[in-house]
């Protein structure tokens, strides 16, 4: 098994640098990353991927067994930084990707040196006492929005998700294939996704860990944010100036100034 | 003529004058907004308005789009499209929930275009939201349609590997003092029932029988001639000495059925005598098998035969074949020598040259034949095989 193909990893910046591993959420691909790895390539080693099933990944990977909750995901991780080679990693991961992060930081808590949550939740449901945002009805409704929006195109969209070997040139994926995926495969990871409950594992997570929040998310309120930082022994909370879920796509220069800031702080161990 | 051209002429200046910028804008017929780019709306048009039932005070200011979505409608928004939006400028034929101001749901399909400034920073959100009650209602049972025929195609799966399975004996029995092998590969996939059969059965002690066949076309009618075929020669065999009268009968049950296929069997009777063994023949219309003699010289045997289910008492010859220990005999169906690559057949001749190499087992004669047709057409057969090898232990 080819790791770096099954996860259509591709490398930027200098190969002695740090490495910072971009992880992407549910949604998308590693594209979510565009406006924000970039401009780490002159200082970092940035490694980008997509999660087996998103994007230009091996479709053939996929098992459902082995995706059938995160940890599956994080062992992919574990096993990018390992075909890499990577050492004091700083794994940077958005929404559902930054659980995966956590998670691959307790199965191998020596690769990585930080972790950046962006927009962060361990469970997505709301539970005695728990406010996560949603219900179990909110899931099977957005589950009932991917049916109907995959409806249109999923027939016409499978050629270029199967035979598509090469990259194409960015602004031709975005025309044709952005951020698309197979619509089974999306359905069980929007399952595995909003059915999560990761909270116990923020605990046993010690690596010094950067929160990114933004206000009116409507996916993982402040609260879920303040509930990460405040759970994590070793983690802050940065309140960023953006809204919505996705500031890497919104306000790129705020979310990469709030990194940088984070990753060349000195943060000694235990702090 | 000229009045009534005239009247048209006025109708048309009215409607013209009449349809000024702000009603083109308030009573389009789909509703209408405009948000920031992070979603607070600052305009919406009385169509929207209508839709959704929802006062212009109670939104501009005061909503984000985002906020008027269902909670999965939310999820869905954040994830997808409101990154598609910010990266393509425009997403299109979104399917999204908006709930009503009376709770009710309204089933839309929305377009968005992200407006940006001079400097490429996002300006404003357009978005266009059509009703699509109706559309969605259709949706939902296309998907109830599209799961239904994936369940059905599922159980006529399971339903033709089942049929298929009692078809072929997954391996053939034990027989003292004669060593058999047998391999089967159905055409393509393997989702469709082949037509070709074998089977090796006793008669009495020391007495065998051997039969492989071919029934014409594939699927469940090619199926069911196909268990036919095989338990009336089952049936037949024990009634009948000679392989040849086994074949008349299967004949007269395939006419007498009105059954509208043909099928090609070679049906051969096995009798031990001592370490050897004499084989009788019968061809009904099928290829001649090829023996391997212990020299290493390969023939076909057998004298070629009627196909059975066409005509009335057909010719069909009984034919001995001696088999002397170390002798092989391979038993085939057309899947073998029609195999094709690039347009050319397997054809006989390389069957030949695959039957004359030495192997020491019916299995590795059985394996070697099976591995070279399969290789000739780069695995993927264009029609069933069946292989049925008999070979005399030395």
Redesign the interface.
């Known amino acids: 098994m080819d790791v770096l193909a099954r996860n259509n990893v591709t490398l930027a910046g200098p190969p002695t640098a740090q490495p910072m591993v971009f992880a992407h ?4 691909d590693q ?2 990353w ?1 406006f924000v790895a970039p401009r780490f390539s002159s200082s970092h080693r940035v490694v980008l991927f997509d999660h087996v099933g998103a994007g230009q990944s091996d479709l053939s990977a996929w098992d459902p067994e082995r995706y059938s909750s995160l940890t599956g995901y994080a062992q992919d991780v574990v096993e990018i930084c390992q075909a890499l080679d990577l050492h004091d990693v700083v794994f940077v991961g958005h ?1 559902v990707a930054a659980m995966i992060g956590v998670l691959a930081a307790a199965q191998a808590p020596d690769l990585f040196a930080r972790l950046v949550l962006v927009s962060p939740s361990p469970r997505y449901i709301d539970d005695d006492g728990y406010v996560g945002g ?2 179990h ?13 995959y ?2 195109w999923s027939t016409a969209m499978a050629p270029a998700i199967m035979g598509n070997d090469e990259r194409p040139e960015l602004g031709e994926e ?2 044709a294939s ?2 698309r995926t197979d619509p089974d495969i999306a359905r069980q990871f929007a399952r595995v996704t ?1 059915l999560s409950d990761n909270r116990r594992d923020l605990a046993t997570v010690t690596t010094p860990t950067l929160v990114l929040q933004c206000s ?4 993982a309120p402040t609260s879920v944010g303040e509930y990460v930082a405040a759970t994590m022994p070793n983690a802050t909370l940065r309140l960023l100036d953006a ?4 500031p890497n ?2 306000a790129p220069q705020a979310t990469t100034a709030a990194i940088r800031e984070f990753i060349g702080a000195d943060i000694s161990a235990g702090a | 003529m000229t009045s009534s051209s005239g009247e048209a002429l006025d109708a048309f200046y009215e409607a013209l004058l009449d349809d000024d910028a702000e009603q083109l804008y308030d009573r389009a017929p789909c509703g209408y907004l405009s948000t920031t ?3 607070s709306i600052i305009k919406v048009n009385q169509t929207f308005l209508t839709l959704t039932g929802y006062a212009r005070a109670e939104l501009v200011g005061r909503r ?1 789009f ?1 906020d008027l979505l ?11 499209y ?3 939006l ?3 400028g425009t997403a299109r ?5 908006l709930v009503r101001a009376d709770g009710s749901r309204l089933p839309a399909l929305v377009n968005a275009v992200l407006e940006r400034d001079d400097s490429d920073a996002p300006r404003v959100i357009r978005i266009a939201v059509f009703d699509a009650t109706d559309r ?1 209602e259709y ?1 939902r049972e ?2 109830r349609a599209k799961d239904r025929a994936e369940a059905s195609e599922a159980h006529a799966r399971s339903l033709a590997e089942t049929l298929q399975q009692t078809l072929i004996p997954p391996t053939p029995p034990a027989i003292p003092g004669l060593d058999i092998a047998a391999a089967y590969r159905p055409a393509g996939d393997g989702t469709e029932v082949g037509g070709d059969f074998y089977d090796v059965f006793q008669l009495r002690e020391d007495n065998w029988v051997v039969v492989i066949g071919d029934v014409r076309g594939k699927g469940v009618q090619a199926a069911a001639v196909t268990a036919l075929a095989r338990h009336t020669l089952r049936a037949a065999a024990i009634g009948h000495p000679t392989p040849s009268g086994a074949l008349t009968r299967l004949n007269e049950v395939l006419l007498l059925e009105e059954i509208d296929r043909f099928c090609t069997v070679a049906f051969l009777q096995l009798s031990r005598a001592g370490e050897s063994w004499t084989g009788t023949l019968c061809l009904g219309g099928h290829p001649q098998p090829l023996l391997r003699r212990p020299g290493g010289t390969v023939t076909a045997v057998g004298a070629p035969g009627m196909l059975l289910g066409v005509v009335a008492d057909p010719p069909l010859p009984d034919l001995a074949v001696p088999l002397e220990p170390g002798a092989v005999l391979v038993l085939f169906t057309d899947g073998v020598t029609e195999a094709r690559a690039d347009g050319e057949l397997y054809g006989e001749g390389r069957l030949r040259a695959a039957v004359t190499a030495d192997h020491q087992t019916a299995d590795a004669v059985t394996q070697a034949v099976l591995d070279d047709v399969m290789r000739y057409q780069s695995g993927w057969p264009r029609d069933d095989i069946a292989l049925v090898t008999v070979r005399v232990p030395t």
Request: net charge negative; glycine share 12%.
């Open positions: 959420g549910f949604g998308c594209n979510m565009r929404s949603f219900s009805r909110d899931v099977e409704e957005m589950l009932d929005s991917l049916d109907s929006n409806l249109g975005l025309t952005f951020c909003f009116n998310d409507v996916i809204t919505g879920h996705c796509l919104s | 780019p992070d979603g984000s985002v269902t909670g999965g409608g939310r999820i869905y928004h954040e994830t997808h409101a990154p598609m910010r990266m393509q034929e979104i399917a999204l929930d969605r949706e296309l998907l």
